[in-house]
């Protein structure tokens, strides 16, 4: 009978009451596959359901009408009134929900019935309007009215707050909610559009909620991006078994081309279907698409060092879709637009992961947000956060030129195409202000004191080529450098800090009491003190450039926001 009203067209009330009466069992056919067993509707609830939701329906073309106004309060008669001059015009009240205050009535009929419904009620609660009694009568449209019934509710706590709780974790808003004592249905009304989606959400938390399904969109197919897709084929089906957990790429995107499948993408072939049946990408109809699609559980995962892609975020964060990147540019931009991310984020209930930005797969800045959320204190946080930088100085030991060790490690994929984007220590003051922002102090990019590891002379040169002719020009600059530290017992380290608020990062000589001393090949290292740990810093080490290890940290994020 529940049922029967939200749409399910196929059960017919008068022809269910005779069975109810006596007790008669029925079975729903398919007209379409006459072979199959149908569905049961029987007296007893089968114990072995998996489920105490029986169904999800779904009345669209909903209009919701609101009578409030402090004239209700305490007043008899209201309810009776308005529910007698709708009943008097034929117009059928789908759904009724009213606030124990008593200010405000509200109410679901048809689209075609609402202004009927408006007219009749401005007419028998005209004087109330006319002395302000009672406010203009308020109409929205373009609303659905959902429901779950099931016997078996009433003996299950907590029904509701799954249900409610899966349809805001993803962005819908709930316009009114009606519920009966005997439990057995649970309605609410929302906004059309979210028809499809909240169907599916309910049905996967309660039919399918073994498998939690999460549906990314991936933009970057480069290095980072390759090695992810290539770290979630391979692991996909062991997420599945071990927890029950189903990643499917449902949008990719390159610098050329991009390819949505609602189903999720083949990830063994996913360079080939991107090629063969991608359109032209434009980041703009990516995200457009990607939020038009409307689903649940999705994640847009930015694999780029892209400088326009942030731009975007505001528009995807406020559609409920949450965001994993390693893309640093937002996260180290202005204060304002950082806090703007973040709060958006945490008012939507949706995850906002950068651990990528600062350590590569290194667990830094959660370790920080760790030990804040637990009432430490950070005072103090150096750190050698370049792994080309570090590979650079790790291997400058006085038997090779600084400018081979350059080279090398561009070969290597360590630096940028033009390493003095890594040399510069742009990227380093990125990572610093990251640093200096999740311990709870405000900066600006201008306020990081910043010493390049280049002179200037090679920092004004125009082309990347003109900067790797005359490298080696310096070449006796840095051995000097290089053999005056060593003179003192020490080697070369590029060390950022922040302090207080204060951040700075420069080349340093440090001995063989400083942690720094014995790096190797490109690892970081984060020497974290805080309150707790003051005496005996925290000390988080690890390689900190490679494709490997970065989409690992991209993986890991992915997986931290669905745990």
């Not at 005779?18 to 079975?27: T, V």
């Not at 007043?75 to 789908?94: D, E, K, Y």
């Not at 009606?178 to 609410?188: R, T, V």
């Not at 391979?234 to 997420?239: H, V």
Request: net charge negative; proline share 4%.
């Amino acid at each position: 009978m529940e049922m029967s009203h939200f749409g399910a067209k196929v059960i017919y009330p008068p022809t269910i009451q005779p069975a109810l009466q006596k007790g008669i069992p029925i079975y729903i056919k398919n007209t379409f596959n006459p072979e199959f067993k149908g569905t049961l509707i029987d007296r007893d609830v089968a114990q072995d359901f998996p489920s105490v939701i029986k169904g999800i329906t779904a009345l669209s073309n909903v209009a919701l009408l609101r009578l409030q106004g402090s004239g209700l309060v305490g007043v008899p008669g209201v309810s009776a009134r308005l529910f007698g001059a709708l009943g008097r015009s034929g117009i059928n009240i789908i759904l009724i929900s009213q606030a124990s205050s008593e200010h405000s009535i509200c109410f679901a009929v048809t689209e075609k019935d609402a202004a009927k419904a408006r007219l009749c009620i401005e007419d028998e609660f005209s004087r109330e309007i006319e002395n302000n009694l009672i406010d203009a009568i308020l109409v929205e449209k373009n609303l659905c009215v959902m429901a779950v019934v099931g016997e078996g509710m009433r003996r299950v706590p907590g029904v509701a707050g799954k249900l409610f709780e899966s349809l805001g974790k993803n962005g819908i808003n709930i316009t009114a909610i009606a519920q009966g004592s005997s439990e057995l249905n649970i309605s609410f009304v929302i906004d059309q559009k979210n028809e499809l989606k909240a169907l599916n959400l309910i049905h996967d938390s309660f039919f399918l909620s073994d498998n939690r399904r999460i549906n990314l969109f991936v933009v970057g197919t480069g290095l980072i991006g390759s090695e992810f897709l290539d770290q979630l084929e391979k692991q996909r089906d062991q997420l599945i078994r071990q927890f029950k957990l189903e990643l499917n790429v449902i949008g990719i995107s390159n610098s050329r081309k991009m390819l949505f499948v609602e189903d999720g993408l083949p990830l063994a072939q996913w360079k080939t279907n991107l090629e063969d049946e991608g359109q032209e990408a434009a980041m703009s109809d990516f995200v457009q698409q990607m939020i038009s699609l409307n689903m649940s559980n999705s994640v847009f995962i930015d694999n780029t060092a892209d400088v326009t892609i942030p731009s975007f975020y505001h528009q995807i964060l406020s559609s409920n879709i949450s965001l994993v990147t390693p893309n640093k540019i937002a996260t180290s931009a202005s204060n304002a637009e950082y806090k703007t991310l973040k709060k958006l984020a945490a008012d939507r209930k949706i995850h906002f992961r950068y651990e990528t930005n600062v350590g590569a797969g290194l667990p830094v800045i959660s370790t920080i947000q760790n030990l804040i959320n637990s009432g430490d204190k950070v005072l103090k946080i150096e750190a050698v956060m370049s792994g080309s930088i570090s590979y650079i100085f790790n291997q400058f030991t006085g038997d090779r030129k600084f400018s081979d060790l350059v080279l090398e490690a561009r070969s290597l994929g360590f630096t940028e195409p033009d390493p003095r984007e890594d040399l510069s220590g742009a990227d380093v003051r990125r990572k610093l202000i990251i640093l200096t922002r999740e311990t709870g102090h405000d900066i600006e990019s201008d306020e990081v004191e910043l010493h390049p590891v280049l002179p200037s002379e090679l920092m004004g040169l125009k082309s990347v080529d003109d900067f790797l002719k005359a490298l080696p020009e310096f070449d006796n600059h840095f051995s000097s450098l290089m053999k005056e530290a060593e003179s003192e017992g020490k080697v070369l380290r590029y060390i950022g800090r922040t302090l207080d608020g204060k951040a700075s990062v420069s080349v340093q000589a440090v001995g063989k009491e400083s942690p720094f001393f014995n790096l190797e090949a490109s690892d970081n290292m984060f020497v974290i003190t805080t309150s707790r740990y003051s005496k005996r810093p925290i000390i988080i080490r690890g390689p900190g450039a490679g494709a490997e290890v970065t989409a690992a940290g991209v993986f890991a994020d992915v997986l931290m926001s669905f745990n």
